[in-house]
Structures are given as C-alpha cells and as structure tokens.
C-alpha cells in the first residue's frame, strides 16, 4: 500500500513499530482502497525505527509528529 498521504499510516501511526518488527498480515484499506498482502518484518533496532517513523510523518504523511527511540521501545515492548 502506499504511504505517501495515508490515511491508514497517519491514523495508526503509533502501530509502525510492531508492523515493522512484526510485519502484518490481514487486510488493510488505506485511502479507501483494500490491501490484502502480507508485509513482512524488517530486523531494525529502536533509532533505526524511530528515524524510519520521523522520515514517513515528514516526508510522505506531511505530518509533524516525532516519534524517538525510546517511545518505540516501549511501544515495541506492547506489540501484539
């Protein structure tokens, strides 16, 4: 799916880190089109997510929430 203006990335926002650690695998619908492929995990650490998190709010949500190393930690340690 795509992330450039997505509602769906903007309204979980704080759900990245776990799509990251853990992928995702049930069907999504951003911008009101229905996605239903996996997305698979990437083995990144806390900063390195947290850098990926700040990257997609500025640059493709055009959003000004920041997220740091250790919010995603504690968001990670809440995974499902």
């Known amino acids: 799916p795509p992330l ?6 903007l309204q979980h926002f704080d759900s990245i880190p776990c799509w990251l650690k853990n992928g ?3 069907p999504i619908t951003v ?7 996996p ?3 990437v083995e990144m650490d806390e900063i390195q997510i947290a850098n990926v998190m700040n990257y997609i709010s500025e640059e493709m949500l055009k959003s000004d929430i920041e997220i740091n ?12």
């Open 4 to 9: 450039a203006d997505s509602d769906f990335a």
């Open 24 to 26: 995702l695998n049930r």
């Open 31 to 37: 911008n009101g089109i229905e996605y239903d492929q």
């Open 39 to 41: 997305m698979y995990s």
């Open 69 to 80: 190393s250790i919010q995603v930690k504690k968001i990670l340690k809440e995974c499902k």
